[in-house]
């Protein structure tokens, strides 16, 4: 009995052996076709505009006084994006790829006050003393990255550290502002869209990445960077939306 199954034992080991070197010999023949899968990650978001007015529309309309009180200027916020990824191998030693990411991008972010949010306001016949007002916004993308990768390590997968550059070209998907003021007695918010923005976002996206496989088709790369915006958000306020980024994206590869 303890012979068969010891003979079982030793066939059934052999089968592995046999069919992990029939694996790496196959994987040793072929080279990566391409790998993909899904990303996401976080964005800091840094707005840089010129001065302008928070209050100018009606029910806070002041025919014949100045806003000077109620400008807003810069902002920063939270946001995230989501997509897929496509990476494909220029040699067999994982040094070079194309990229090709495509996904959603919510840049929103509050703006900063450049002068006091608060003061008396006349409407009509009537003084409205107001105690604060913000704005912010949801801005957000339909994307297409399309770019470079170069990693450092020569594997048979990709392995360790690379640096990327990508041109990001994104189509508008939401552009308002969102608005509250307030006075002595309520708050009033409400929401408008933001008619002059740009329908078309460009920018470059230098990042890092570190890819880690945890399988001979599986690589984990989390990655890290900067957004430079070559186009405006809305160019009436001189408005420049950056971002610092950072997230994971898992691929499975095609060999």
């Not at 230098?206 to 915006?229: H, I, K, M, N, R």
Request: glycine share 8%.
């Amino acid at each position: 009995m303890r012979s068969t199954l010891r003979s079982l034992a030793a066939s059934l080991g052999i089968s592995v052996v046999s069919a992990l070197l029939v694996t790496t010999t196959a994987h040793a023949q072929h080279h990566v076709t391409f790998l993909i899968g899904p990303m996401a990650g976080y964005n800091f978001v840094m707005y840089r505009t010129d001065a302008f007015p928070v209050i100018d529309e009606s029910p806070f309309q002041v025919p014949h006084q100045p806003q000077s009180n109620f400008l807003v200027q810069n902002g920063t916020g939270r946001g995230y994006f989501v997509g897929i990824s496509d990476e494909d191998p220029l040699s067999k030693t994982m040094h070079h790829f194309l990229i090709f990411e495509a996904g959603f991008d919510a840049k929103p972010a509050t703006f900063s006050m450049a002068s006091s949010g608060s003061g008396p306001i006349t409407y009509t016949d009537t003084t409205i003393m107001i105690t604060g007002v913000k704005l912010w916004t949801t801005l957000s993308y339909i994307y297409v990255n399309l770019g470079y990768r170069y990693n450092f390590c020569s594997d048979s997968i990709p392995n360790g550290l690379g640096i990327q550059l990508c041109l990001s070209i994104g189509v508008k998907w939401e552009a308002d502002f969102l608005k509250s003021v307030s006075d002595e007695d309520q708050a009033i918010t409400n929401a408008s869209a933001i008619s002059t923005a740009n329908a078309l976002r460009l920018a470059l996206r230098p990042e890092l990445t570190y890819d880690l496989p945890f399988t001979d088709s599986w690589v984990l790369t989390p990655f890290a960077g900067y957004e430079l915006p070559l186009t405006k958000v809305d160019p009436t306020e001189n408005w420049w939306a950056s971002a610092l980024y950072g997230g994971l994206t898992l691929r499975y590869a095609i060999w």
